[in-house]
């Protein structure tokens, strides 16, 4: 069975310093992998995916995310993170790709110190 | 403007008393499903609808009951609710096969 597993709860961060997000999969098929953001009192939003291809993946406000699967790893990672970046990071695997299939981790809570 | 419309966004209930969270989409998307976020659990899917009275459990269907009888409805109905379905529920819809999750802004539901 897929499951996904994201290493801490919670992050800290000083504003201008690396983001470094971790999640790691497992999956008996070739994952779709995704990373989500959920700002405060809001719905998640897709940062960026993995479907197949290139390894490296750009998403949106700068973030991007490497696929290495002999690892079974999917880092999200951003070089400078800014004071709106703060808000909870969700990743998610689907063996088909399928939406009705989306396994989520259980949310890194991004905090950005000024 | 695209969107995923949830309503109510708070509420607060008895044990027992029926209600209905309602969700509504205006992209014309096929599929639609319902979450639910508790602390250290991540989300974990509810029920989901592939298309029109088309509907499906998830993870965590016990206690839910859900319709789709129009394509850009998908209301979740607590028949007899319970304290442990106190939670923030979040409806989702997309286009189709691995097409993004579009989510609505959440609703916060106390049962006491």
């Known amino acids: 069975a897929q499951s996904v597993t994201q290493l801490g709860s919670h992050v800290s961060v000083s504003e201008g310093a690396l983001v470094l997000l971790r999640c790691n999969y497992s999956s008996s098929v070739p994952p779709y992998l995704f990373w989500y953001v959920q700002y405060p009192n809001q719905g998640l939003q897709l940062l960026l995916k993995?479907?197949?291809?290139?390894?490296l993946v750009k998403g949106i406000n700068g973030f991007e995310a490497e696929f290495k699967k002999s690892e079974t790893s999917f880092h999200l990672t951003k070089p400078s993170a800014h004071m709106s970046d703060a808000a909870e990071y969700f990743c998610?695997?689907?063996?088909?790709?399928?939406?009705?299939?989306?396994?989520f981790g259980t949310g890194t809570l991004l905090a950005v110190q000024p | 403007e695209a969107q995923v419309t949830q309503n109510p966004r708070y509420l607060i209930t008895v044990t027992g008393k029926k209600l209905t969270v309602t969700c509504s989409q205006n992209m014309n998307h096929e599929y639609m499903s319902w979450y639910r976020q508790d602390p250290g659990l991540g989300l974990r899917q509810i029920y989901y609808s592939m298309n029109v009275e088309v509907t499906d459990k998830g993870d965590v269907p016990e206690g839910y009951k859900v319709s789709r009888k129009e394509k850009r409805n998908f209301p979740l109905i607590l028949e007899s609710p319970s304290p442990n379905q106190t939670s923030l529920y979040f409806c989702?819809?997309?286009?189709?096969?691995?097409?993004?999750?579009?989510f609505g802004n959440g609703t916060r539901l106390t049962v006491t």
């Open positions: 989702a819809s997309s286009l189709m096969g691995n097409s993004p999750l579009h």
């Open positions: 998610a695997v689907s063996e088909s790709g399928a939406t009705n299939k989306l396994i």
């Open positions: 993995y479907t197949t291809g290139a390894t």
